[in-house]
Each structure stands twice: as C-alpha cells, then as structure tokens.
C-alpha cells in the first residue's frame, strides 16, 4: 500500500469494541477458563484473575492499542513509527515481530483444538450419545488418535478463518463480528438460563464466587494472572492490529474498560452455565482441559433437551474461536500488505496455507509423531508453552516498558485524555505494578513447568 493510499478505520467506536471483543472471547473463555476454574479451586482462582485483568490486563490493553492507533500500521510498522517518534531504537521493532510471528504460532493449534469444536458438534447433531465417563474418555481418545480427521476440521476452520480475513478489514472482520458475536451473546445467555433452570447454579455459585483464603496458592495466582494475559489476546499484536483502525477521537481508555468488562463477563457466565450443569448430574468440576470434551457430553447425553442445547454450546465455542483466529491472522496479512505490497487475498491464503502446514504437524504429534519429543513435550504442547509461557509475558512485558518507559508522557498523554488523576494511576500502574507481575508471572512460570 502506498503511503497515501486511505487506511481503513472500523465504521464506529462500538465496532472496535465488537470486534476485539472478538478477539478476546475465544477456546480462552469457554475451553480454559472454565477448566483452569476448576482444577484451581474454583473461587479463589477466579477472585485473582479479576485482579489481574484490573491490574495487568486492562492497563495492558490500553497500552497496545495505544501503540497502534499512534503508529497506524501493521504492529511492525507501528512499533518502529512509534520509536522513532520518542527517539527509541529501531530494535523495538523486533516487538511488533514477536507479536505477529507469535499469533501465527498460536493460530497453528488454536485451530486443531476449534478442529475438535466442530467434530463434537457434528457428533452431537448427528444424535451421538456418550453414556458413561468411560465411553467419553474413549471418544476424545479416538478423535486425537485420527490424524486424518484432526486435519480435516483443522483445514475446515482454518478456511472459515482466512476467508473472512481475505475479505477485508470492513467488509470481511468487521462484518464478521457484528454478525457473530451478538449470537454468541445470546447462545450464551440461553445457556445459562437453561443452567438455572434444570442445572444446580447455586452450587456453581458458591464455587465460583465463596473466597476460600485456604486455597490460595502461588501456582494459583500466577496461572491467575497468565490466563488473564491468554484472554485478552495480549502481546500478540493482534489487539495492535486492530488498535491501528481505531478512530482517532475514540476514548481508549472507556473502550479497553468494555472489552475487559466484557471479556471477563462472558469468561464468569461461561463459567456458571458449565457447572451448574456439570453439578447438577455430579460429575467433578476439577477434570482438567477435558471438562467440555468429555464431561460436557456426558451432561448432554443425560439431560433433556440434551441435543439442542449441546449443539447451541459448540456452536458458541466455535463462533468465539472463529473470531479470535481472524485477529491472529490480521497481524501478519496486514504487514503483507503494508509492505510487500501484497494483494489481502494472497496475503491471507498464502499465510493461511503456512500456518495450514504447521497445524498439520500438530495433528500428527497427537498420535503418528507422539514420539518426537523436545523437553518431554510434543510440537503440541510445545507451541503452547513457547506462546502463552514464553513469548505472551514477555512481549507483555516489552509494552508495558515501551509505554511506561519509553515513549514521552506527552505522546502517551496525547493518547489518553483522561482527566489528570485518572491518567497519573493507569501510568503509574502500568509502569510499576504491571511490570512487576509479569515478572514475577515469568519468572514462576519458567521454573514450574507443571503449572
Ligand atoms: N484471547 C483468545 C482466547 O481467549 C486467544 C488469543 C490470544 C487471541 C492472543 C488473539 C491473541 O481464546
């Protein structure tokens, strides 16, 4: 694109919002979110992550889409726009490649795991029941065990994906979330009506919400504070990406305050539909990241209505997924063609059929290549852990020093209007508080490779 040539801008401020609330909610809020609940204790994890969000995530959130309104660029383009503006190195550009390099790695598994989505809701619809735990266990055992079927779905998704990206950023991401997301808002509050009625959502409150100081533990607070990181689709230049659209009279600080409030509520109700049903037919909260493949079927199988409202659950599962992979792609297609020049369609298959590729290894480290492994873990299981334990915080971390540090207080100040006091506390949060946990958040999590 020339430099001339007119950039797009999203058609209104609650379009921003829609849509990065598209890239929030995802696998993050319905798949982990619920399950990570579950396996630490309930109400205290979820007590911290609500910390973290204010402490860490919402003045992260802030700070990228900051950077990328003041650059209007790709998050490369527009970390090295921003650095030379304040007089930085150069070298802050590796950030922006870190970030969208990175959300290509995410992009590589994030679709095998919505590839599952979508296999559990054929089943579903084509009237499958699992019975018994043992017959769950089972089927998820088979579906990992088939490679062919992992990169069917993987292929379907991925397509899904691209083909909304190759579109555009108005008439294809845009168009996309103003259509998904109030339907997966609405998916949402069925469920959890639903769960009211025929599930036990008092116990599932009680879990969620009653503080147990007792079950605070460091592992807690911190895998607290890096799922909030996962959720709001931090340190990955896809909130950079979409910050660069944004309208330059559009309050950063009030739309970041909904994105949060926003990601975070759907994280809670998702959680509330899941165990009340889950409580309701006695079956464990703590089953680890098989709680919506397998112990979810098997509330479906046995409760009334079990197809239709089964069928509604993946489908919002996989409407938040699609969402949240088209701003992981976004990044790097808009880099593309920024500056190769690079027509958006190619961009968006060439890019597709890369990371394509990649996911495709991933199927196949699940059975035929299970054996190839690097410290102990397969390509699985190490993308993850290169992503959200390694390249998430510390990209994270980068920002918060570009923002906090760097950059001048009044290219930051010029950003953000906010009234003096307001801005003195998210500045002083962010240069202090924010950094200290992604520290602490690190550092804990590269020497507990179990948490
Ligand atoms: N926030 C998304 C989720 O909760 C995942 C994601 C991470 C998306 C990073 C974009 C960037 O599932």
Redesign the pocket.
């Known amino acids: 694109m020339s430099a001339a040539a007119p950039r797009s801008v999203w058609s209104s401020r609650w379009a921003f919002i829609l849509v990065t609330v598209g890239?929030?909610?995802?696998?993050?809020?319905i798949w982990r979110f619920p399950y990570m609940t579950g396996t630490h204790g309930g109400s205290a994890f979820v007590l911290v992550y609500l910390l973290c969000v204010a402490l860490v995530g919402l003045p992260l959130l802030m700070a990228e889409i900051l950077i990328g309104r003041r650059g209007r660029g790709n998050p490369v383009s527009a970390m090295l726009k921003v650095a030379e503006e304040n007089g930085a190195s150069p070298w802050w550009g590796v950030l922006g490649w870190v970030g969208v390099l990175g959300?290509l790695l995410?992009l590589s598994y994030?679709s095998v795991v919505a590839g599952w989505v979508i296999d559990y809701m054929r089943q579903i619809v084509s009237g499958v029941k699992t019975v018994t735990p043992e017959a769950a266990a089972q089927g998820f055992g088979d579906l990992l065990a088939d490679p062919l079927r992992l990169i069917l779905w993987h292929t379907m998704f991925l397509a899904l994906t691209v083909g909304v990206v190759a579109r555009g950023v108005l008439s294809g991401i845009e168009r996309a979330s103003l259509l998904l997301m109030p339907a997966l808002f609405a998916i949402l509050l069925f469920l959890v009506l639903w769960g009211g009625m025929v599930g036990n959502m008092r116990a599932a409150w009680h879990f969620m919400f009653d503080f147990k100081p007792e079950l605070l533990t460091g592992q807690v607070v911190l895998s607290a504070m890096g799922h909030a990181f996962?959720?709001?689709?931090l340190g990955?230049g896809?909130v950079m990406a979409y910050g660069s659209y944004l309208d330059k009279q559009s309050s950063i600080a009030h739309n970041s305050f909904w994105i949060a409030l926003a990601d975070t509520l759907v994280g809670l109700l998702a959680g509330l539909a899941i165990f009340s049903l889950t409580f309701a037919h006695g079956l464990e909260a703590a089953s680890g990241p098989g709680l919506v493949f397998q112990t979810l079927p098997l509330v479906f199988a046995h409760m009334p209505g079990g197809q239709a409202v089964g069928t509604f659950f993946f489908l919002l599962v996989l409407f938040a997924?699609w969402t949240?992979a088209i701003?992981?792609v976004e990044p790097f297609v808009a880099w593309m063609t920024e500056r190769l020049g690079v027509r958006r369609a190619i961009a968006a298959w060439g890019t597709g059929f890369a990371v394509w590729l990649l996911g495709a290894a991933v199927c196949l480290s699940l059975n035929d290549w299970s054996g190839w492994k690097l410290f102990g873990l397969n390509l699985f299981d190490q993308l993850d852990y290169l992503t959200s334990r390694i390249l998430m915080p510390l990209s994270g971390l980068a920002v918060a020093l570009f923002v906090g540090w760097i950059m001048s207080r009044e290219n930051v100040r010029d950003e953000i209007p906010l009234p003096a006091a307001h801005f003195q506390i998210w500045r002083w949060v962010l240069r202090y508080v924010t950094i200290l946990a992604i520290v602490l958040v690190f550092v804990y999590r590269l020497t507990n490779p179990d948490s």
Do not use: K, Q, R, T
């Open positions: 890239s929030a909610v995802g696998l993050g809020n959300a995410i994030y996962f959720s709001l689709s990955m896809a997924a949240s701003s992981l």
